[in-house]
T-cell receptor, first 116, second 115 residues
């Protein structure tokens, strides 16, 4: 399977615990994006990487969220001290980079987080 | 201001009929890309069609076509010959490659195809 993969697919955690999600992009893609999606809404941008560099981070992202992409391959998204408002689907996507606007994103299946 | 606006929270269409899903966008860039994605109940986002700001012809991909009206900043998705499997959420998105390179998504339209 050469698509974007995410693990775990579902995560239930208690408020205050830390969680970490993993995303494996399409191998040729140098850009990797993280989004959060709540019910009835479109994906909300969180952050993105070009290779291993984190180029942009949403102002909406609190400092409890951190993302890494060591060696420009897979990425992890960690949420510390989870809150109930963090319950959402977390989507990862990858694409080719550059200034060509036509490079679409390919999405993974998402990780659904439930904070109890 | 919202970058992408989708004003139809829900739409219904009879099987085999055509349906238009509306999308308007806001940008001051000359170079941008417009995308439509489908999200079935399984949750995965599926790329459908792309339109570039410099493309003079409307994009088409099988039963999907994009009605691009640049002066009105609209990029409506037309699905012809609707099928039951088209029932899903549809999201319009925009990429501004010279301004941060984020993708901006609308709030989506839920399409239900009626047999």
């Amino acid at each position: 399977d050469t698509g974007v993969s995410q693990n775990p697919r579902h995560k239930i955690t208690k408020r205050g615990q830390n969680v970490t999600f993993r995303c494996d992009p399409i191998s040729e893609h140098n850009r990797l994006y993280w989004y959060r999606q709540t019910l009835g809404q479109g994906p909300e941008f969180l952050t993105y990487f070009q290779n291993e560099a984190q180029l942009e981070k949403s102002r909406l992202l609190s400092d409890r969220f951190s993302a890494e992409r060591p060696k420009g391959s897979f990425s992890t998204l960690e949420i510390q001290r989870t809150e109930q408002g963090d319950s959402a689907m977390y989507l990862c996507a990858s694409s080719f980079g550059g200034t060509v606007p036509s490079y679409e994103q390919y999405f993974g299946p998402g990780t659904r987080l439930t904070v109890t | 201001a919202q970058k992408i606006t989708q004003t139809q929270p829900g739409m219904f269409v009879q099987e085999k009929e055509a349906v238009t899903l509306d999308c308007t966008y806001d940008t001051s860039d000359q170079s941008y890309g417009l995308f439509w994605y489908k999200q079935p109940s399984s949750g995965e986002m599926i790329f459908l069609i792309y339109q570039g700001s410099y493309d003079e012809q409307n994009a088409t991909e099988g039963r999907y076509s994009l009605n691009f009206q640049k002066a009105r900043k609209s990029a409506n998705l037309v699905i012809s010959a609707s099928q039951l499997g088209d029932s899903a959420m549809y999201f319009c998105a925009m990429r501004e490659p010279n301004t941060g390179n984020q993708f901006y998504f609308g709030t989506g339209t839920s399409l239900t195809v009626i047999p």
